[in-house]
Structure formats: C-alpha cells, structure tokens
C-alpha cells in the first residue's frame, strides 16, 4: 500500500510539474535572477557606390551600379566568450541596431523595387555540439559544433519614381522572447536529450556576432548593431 501511495504521489507530482511548466512557457528560468553577460557591437558597415581607403574601424561594401542587387554576408565581426555555467539555461539579447539608408532611382524609368534589409547573424558555438554524430532536428544537418541564429533587424521595400529619393534614419530594438538558445528549444526543436541540453550550459560557449542583408536601388547606406546579453 505505501509503494502504490508513493507511485501515485510521484505521478501526480509529475503531472502537477508539466502542467506548471505549460503555464510558464519556460519553467527553466522561472523566478531565476538575470545575470548580465557582456557587451558587443559590430563595426559600422558602409555600403557605397566606391569603396576607396575605408574609415578605421569600419568595413566598406561596394554597392553594384543600379538597379542591380548588391547582397552581403559578414559572419564574424564581433564575439562574446562565455565561461563554463554563466547561464542556466538561457541565452537572450537585447539588439539594438542603427540604420541609415537612401534609396534613389537614378535608372531613367520607373522602378518597381528598391529595397534595403539587415539581418543580425547569431552564432552559438558549443564544444556539446561537435560530435559529428549529433544532428539538428530543425534543419536535418550535424550541428558541426554551432547553431546559427539569423534575428531580422529591418527590412524596407517600395516601388521608386523616376529621380525619386528617399533617406531613412532607424534607431530600433528587440528584446529576448524564446532566447537565442535555451534548454527547452534544443530539447523540443533542436532534438537534443535532456542531458545535453543541460550540458550545453554546463560548458563554455561562444557567441559570434555577424551580419547579412542585401541592397537595390541604394545610394549610399551605413548600418551596424549593439547586443547586450544576459541569462539566467
């Protein structure tokens, strides 16, 4: 009788336990203090007509003639290494990114698409993650030590006039939701055990900070973000 007693108690317990976490959303961090963990920017990246000696500390982009698509791709301009349980079970950002931009049609005609994005890329590598027999269950393929994690920071699109221009000046932020990575994620989503998604934070991680994007129809453009991190 005290064995049936103590298996159901553990059954309703157990129950009791996923019903929380359901509520929660992340039981992990609940009621866990944030840690701050660093400070990163990326270099101000310029996207002219003619690249010349770049300005110290900045990466130039040459912009091809219009209406022509220019697309870049930066994976590694700045970097946070973290040491072994700086977090719990969470890794979030607050990013922060500055946007200057003019779109000119300069072509003659009319032009029905001049566009400008950024993309903030996010690359989490893991020492966890490099056993080549570990697979992402979000995109089919071995981790090979990393997840990559794109956060779109702006986008615009329209159509533009003959001789028309247009500047935008964005100063904008996101805040952490689901994290960049979490426990949870790589359990329901990456397909890791419980095991080692608690490893994961167990050893030392590192955190590169690059960016992506592409420009049509642009005169001259100059784009780059801040990240503060921090966990639980």
Request: one cysteine or more; aromatic letters at 8%.
């Amino acid at each position: 009788m005290k064995r049936y007693l103590a298996a159901a108690l553990l059954s309703a317990c157990l129950a009791f336990g996923s019903a929380i976490a359901a509520e929660l959303g992340d039981a992990d961090s609940f009621g866990r203090n944030v840690r701050y963990l660093g400070l990163a920017q990326i270099p101000p990246l310029d996207l002219l007509p003619a690249c010349g000696a770049p300005a110290p500390g900045t990466r130039c982009i040459p912009l091809l003639a219009p209406p022509a698509v220019t697309r870049f791709s930066l994976p590694n301009l700045a970097r946070i290494d973290l040491p072994a349980r700086a977090t719990n079970s969470l890794l979030c950002l607050s990013l922060t990114p500055f946007v200057n931009f003019e779109l000119a049609n300069t072509t003659g005609v009319f032009q029905p698409s001049a566009q400008f994005d950024l993309t903030a890329v996010v690359t989490v590598e893991s020492p966890v993650l490099a056993d080549p027999a570990l697979v992402d269950a979000a995109t089919g393929a071995p981790f090979a030590g990393r997840i990559v994690v794109p956060l779109s920071s702006y986008r615009e699109a329209r159509s533009l006039a003959v001789d028309e221009r247009a500047f935008k000046r964005m100063v904008l932020s996101r805040d952490c939701v689901g994290g960049v990575i979490s426990r949870r994620d790589l359990i329901e989503n990456r397909g890791l055990s419980a095991t080692l998604a608690t490893r994961v934070f167990q050893q030392p991680i590192t955190l590169r900070f690059g960016a992506e994007g592409h420009a049509q129809l642009v005169s001259q453009a100059s784009a780059f973000y801040g990240v503060r991190v921090y966990g639980d």
